[in-house]
């Protein structure tokens, strides 16, 4: 889908496990960050990886370089506008890294979600983010848990309650970026060992 506005973010390397729209020129389509989004190029329907609750983990290196960001989070499918909320496992900017700390940002966003309030954190974590850390979360019908190396940081009760969908990706935001914080603009390097994915015990989805 595209938007006549220019984006915040521009996205360099983009992994999603999901894709529901409609034909070219309708306005069916998933994360709808802007009610004029329109689709531009027909995709084909695809449920590689569509789960709805378990716990899921990544362990990643973050970027710490001011103007990107790094991201792990799910969307639902929304074959149904209605089931369409954010959950973020976690996402890091490269302006909120030093050597001994990071902001870590996690949550819910409710998009057209109606049953779902906005609850999203930035919690400043004692960690080196440019060493691998795990960030996950335990997703259940009433409450998401999240986690980082194993460490419960916070429950939140409340729940999407539909198939979701996952991202993961580096991105690059050009208001941020400048010769003196990033001189060797290309390539960045995004390192990730695994996402892993389990389902509920005694659950088919």
């Known amino acids: 889908m595209e938007n006549s506005a220019i984006y915040q973010f521009i ?29 531009k190029e027909e995709q084909p329907v695809l449920t590689n990886y569509v789960p709805k609750y ?7 290196k973050a970027v710490p370089v001011p103007g990107y960001m790094v991201a792990l989070w799910m969307i639902g499918f929304e074959s149904s506008a209605e089931e369409s909320a954010e959950l973020c496992i976690f996402e890091i900017f490269g302006a909120e890294v030093t050597s001994k700390q990071a902001t870590v940002g996690y949550g819910l966003h ?28 335990d997703w259940r019908p009433e409450h998401v848990e999240f986690f980082v190396d194993n460490n419960s940081i916070r429950t939140i009760h409340q729940s999407p309650r539909y198939p979701m969908q996952f991202m993961l990706g580096i991105y690059e935001i050009p208001s941020q970026l400048n010769a003196e914080s990033c001189p060797d603009m290309w390539p960045k390097t995004f390192a990730v060992d ?9 659950s088919a989805s």
């Not at 378990?54 to 990643?60: H, K």
């Open 11 to 39: 996205w360099q390397m983009w992994v999603q496990t999901g894709c529901f729209a409609g034909p070219a020129g309708s306005l069916v389509g998933q994360h709808r960050f802007d009610p004029h989004l329109v689709v």
């Open 54 to 60: 378990g716990y899921f983990e990544t362990r990643l």
């Open 110 to 137: 409710p998009f057209g979600d109606a049953l779902i309030r906005d609850e999203f954190y930035k919690d400043v974590l004692e960690i080196d983010v440019t060493q691998y850390h795990v960030y996950a979360a």
């Open 194 to 202: 695994y996402v892993r994915g389990y389902r509920l015990a005694g």
